[in-house]
Nanobody
Framework: QVQLVESGGGLVQPGGSLTLSCAASGFTFSSYAMSWVRQAPGKGLERVSDINSGGGSTYYADSVKGRFTISRDNAKNTLYLQMNSLKPEDTAMYYC??????????????WGQGTQVTVSS
């Protein structure tokens, strides 16, 4: 059974940092691209960042480029999102999502439960 479990969210002041983790199980983690997707209050889903199966190719939304870093440790079946210089507009529920292929295509077949990130002073 595929499971994706996010952790690391919380309340942080503007300019602060958080690292999100996604523990994956139930599939061959190293064979699939992974993504972080977020949903801010009253807004739709936004693709934040993608990483291909080997970790060498990444994508970032313009809104987070230069501030967020996606990475993965295939030996630990874990996906990460390092978030720096956080802004109030980063406030959202952050979801870990599994892609259907080794390369990023935003075709997700499994999602985690989400972890809340709130950026506020």
């Amino acid at each position: 059974q595929v499971q994706l479990v996010e952790s690391g969210g919380g309340l942080v002041q503007p300019g602060g940092s958080l690292t999100l983790s996604c523990a994956a199980s139930g599939f061959t983690f190293s064979s699939y691209a992974m993504s972080w997707v977020r949903q801010a209050p009253g807004k739709g889903l936004e693709r934040v960042s993608d990483i291909n199966s080997g970790g060498g190719s990444t994508y970032y939304a313009d809104s987070v480029k230069g501030r967020f870093t996606i990475s993965r440790d295939n030996a630990k079946n874990t996906l990460y999102l390092q978030m720096n210089s956080l802004k109030p507009e980063d406030t959202a529920m952050y979801y870990c999502a599994k892609d259907q292929a080794a390369v990023t295509g935003s075709l997700y077949d499994y999602w985690g439960q989400g972890t809340q990130v709130t950026v506020s002073s």
